[in-house]
């Protein structure tokens, strides 16, 4: 039996004139069709995730198609069994994905996109260099071989550390992220410092996982649910994240469980059970410490929905939410 709601999720990058309009608008239709869920609109774009029937979905998809602004925006649908979000949240914001950089525009000019197969074929180029733009405990979780980071523990910090990769700019450089928006943003701010040769790898790390079976993609992908870590590489997998404290292989991810800290950090269950889950012995002394769930996740409950989790049976089949 079909499930009665789906979620969908989706950017695209457009430059929006009037965003307060656009923001309007985007808040009325979905109260006409009774979907709920969190909407970015900036001068940039649009990013949201929201759920309704799939009548509601649909007529939303054609809505934001009709858009000539919008009619590439790709939609990643899961199908769930109830409403996933309590209300729905249009918020205007100078960026839809916060990386400092608002004037950076890559719906004019980004770096040339790699589909997965495309990616694949290029990492065997002995000149080009792999660039991860994510941050650095994702990196630490898992990434792929060989690459390249930034010191960054966020995405907006990317500006500022620039510096750690000039020895690349007349390189052939190719960025990945999680699912690709980030690339976007950080390929097209590349190319405006003088980086001469930037591709990105559309869909990110999961589709390539999909499309490719994730060869040459070392340790696990971190992504912004509950699940944490995603199996991504059915090829050649390997682990390569370890304890912080006593350096045992783990691709346990926790976050620190003093809530003021909440620090990304990868730890075994033994010495997380030692430190009742906080990343140091000052943050388990911490007022602010939650008491440790033994998962070492403390995401907030929305309305019962977990993004791509199979939660309570909410999803037919929680790899669908993947992408
Ligand atoms: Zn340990
Ligand atoms: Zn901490």
């Known amino acids: 039996m079909a499930l009665p709601y789906r979620v969908l999720l989706y950017y695209c990058f457009a430059e929006v004139q009037d965003a307060a309009l656009l923001q309007r608008q985007q808040l009325e239709k979905c109260l006409e069709l009774d979907l709920r869920g969190r909407i970015i609109v900036a001068p940039e774009g649009l ?29 990643k649908i899961e199908d769930v069994a109830e409403q996933a979000f309590a209300r729905i949240n249009v918020r205007l914001k100078p960026e839809i994905v916060h990386a400092g950089l608002p004037h950076i525009k890559p719906y004019e000019r980004t770096g040339q996109h790699l589909t997965p197969a495309e990616w694949k074929a290029m990492m065997q180029d002995p000149d080009v260099v792999l660039l991860d733009v994510r941050s650095d405990y994702e990196h630490n979780l898992g990434h792929f071989k060989g690459a390249r980071r930034l010191d960054i523990e966020n995405f907006r910090e990317l ?12 390189k052939k450089v190719l960025t990945y992220c999680t699912g690709g928006i980030k690339c976007e943003k950080a390929s097209a701010f590349l190319l405006e410092q003088g980086f001469e040769n930037v591709y990105q790898l559309l869909g990110g790390i999961i589709r390539y996982g999909l499309e490719e079976g994730g060869e040459n ?9 509950n699940r944490v870590a995603v199996e991504v590489n059915q090829v050649n997998p390997t682990v390569v994240a370890q304890c912080y404290v006593c350096g045992t292989q783990t691709e346990r991810m926790v976050n ?9 950090v990868t730890i075994c269950p033994d010495c997380g059970v030692k430190l009742e889950g906080a990343c140091s012995e000052a943050c388990q002394q911490h007022p602010a410490k939650r008491p440790y769930n033994e998962r070492g996740v403390y995401t907030t409950d929305l309305n019962g929905y977990k993004p791509g989790l199979g939660y309570e049976g909410l999803f037919k089949n929680p790899d669908s939410a993947r992408a």
């Open 47 to 75: 990013n949201g995730t929201v759920s309704g029937t799939p009548e509601a979905c649909q007529a939303y998809m054609d809505w934001v198609h009709a858009d000539p602004r919008f009619a590439g925006t790709d939609f």
């Open 159 to 170: 500006p500022e550390h620039l510096h750690e990769i000039e020895d690349l700019k007349s």
């Open 217 to 225: 993609f070392d340790g696990k992908c971190y992504v912004f649910d």
């Open 256 to 264: 620190c469980a003093n809530s003021v800290c909440n620090r990304h």
